[in-house]
């Protein structure tokens, strides 16, 4: 009988045990101390020396075999791979795990910024580093569906023989030919009413959104934001030292009249109208003018974050708010994150023509500009057409892949979890009954290998029913209905104790 190897877990960490569990598999892998071919013991075995439930151990083993450290079928002996997936050999990635677990130990004298980080590091990094892929992860696209070859095709003629111009320092707001092609489909698909001179590529919406918030905050100045809302946009502003002002949203989106009411002084005002998030409401056009003429009278700037807008699934998109906008008061804000891969890190900023000369130098100051080859890769790839396509056929897709959610939910969670189909986004939310803690259930789905995020944790006063983000643009039907029959198998454990 092989020996269990050296495992101890740690009952206050917020990592919930199967994944402490494979972690420390993982590492023993990959320090040596587990060699290839070694095997280990039994689930059944393991689970008992470690006083947690057998499925416990055997979904940490099913992630491990997922992602290539294991061979094996669990139940007829599990062994260490025989070759290992290269890149997870390489130091960089190991340490970066490291790196996430170590706060500051030595006293440094931090600037009020750097104090803040301090102080949040820890939230940004746990919403945005990389995850294993399990449902229900929200917000990730189907990457298997992509055509890297086509990618591939135009990534390599511009390595092979590129242009002097893409070798050297490029423009601040961005290649010229992707603002061409960012402007171009922006128009035809969003309204939006633009010149390519208005259109700045960032890394991402992250960026888009840091640059506007040290452009227009000073010190507790007020910021109205969605509650629930997005946490990425929370943290940019809760560091500038902004005032947050939390704004309810109803089934027309962000609440105008509250709004009006908490805030005298709003100097900017974010919101995602296409598809609310979390709760994945469309702002109605009357929301949207009195929006756009709150914005007016208070001299203040909407943000649009328009984050999974091209993911609609019944009828024409509702045209973007910025171009409803005759007075010049939308930052526009997308992202290529959610149509082409999060790690290309690209995106765009639409300002009013009178403020491109602030961003590009406030861009410039930060990073110069983004990378240019990847930025002429992407213009290709959007000219060609290869974008357009690609979206079309994800739309089809993620659509049926929402049915499949909703048919499953319908059949196997009835009365413990409420989901209802919608004509956006990448996912839905599922409403659990009154009473129940999503928090907890989110905790519970997580042993099981699932990731489920509580609505709650996007709360920042309001108080809702409690809800859980279900994601179904990255799984295949199969992988939706074993999801499914897991979350089934939590709720139920939940609701009969
Ligand atoms: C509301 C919202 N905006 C933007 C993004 C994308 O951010 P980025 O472009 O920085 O990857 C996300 C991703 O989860 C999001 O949920």
Redo the contacts with the bound molecule.
Sequence with gaps: MPQPPFISLDEKSDAPLYRQIYELIRRSILSGGLSSGRQLPASRLLAKQLSVSRMTVVNAYEQLLAEGYLEGRVGAGTFVAAHLPEEFLQASSFKRLERQEKPLKRKVMLSEYGSKMAQKSKIILRHHCATALVPFQ??VAALDEFPFGVWARIAQKWHKSPPAPVLSYGDAVGFQPLRDAVAAHLAAARGVRCTSEQIIIT??????LDLIGRIFLSESEEVCLEDPG?I??LDIFMATGARIVPVPVDDEGFDVQTARKRSQRARLIYV?PSHQ??LGVTMSLTRRLSLLEWARERDAFVIE?D??SEYRYGGRPLASLQGLDRDGRVLY?G????TIF?AL?L?YLVVPADLVEVFAAARALTDLHSPVIEQAVLAEFISERHFARHIRRMRGMYEERQQTLVEEARKNLRGMLQVAPAKAGMHLIGWLPDGVSDAEVSRHAAEAGLNLAPVSAYCINQKLKGGLLLGYTAYDEKYIRQGIRKLGQVLTEITQN
């Design positions: 929200h917000g890394n991402g919406t992250q960026q888009a997005y990425g946009a995602t998030f979390p974050d984050y999974n804000v992202t290529f994150s959610k999060p890190r995106g």
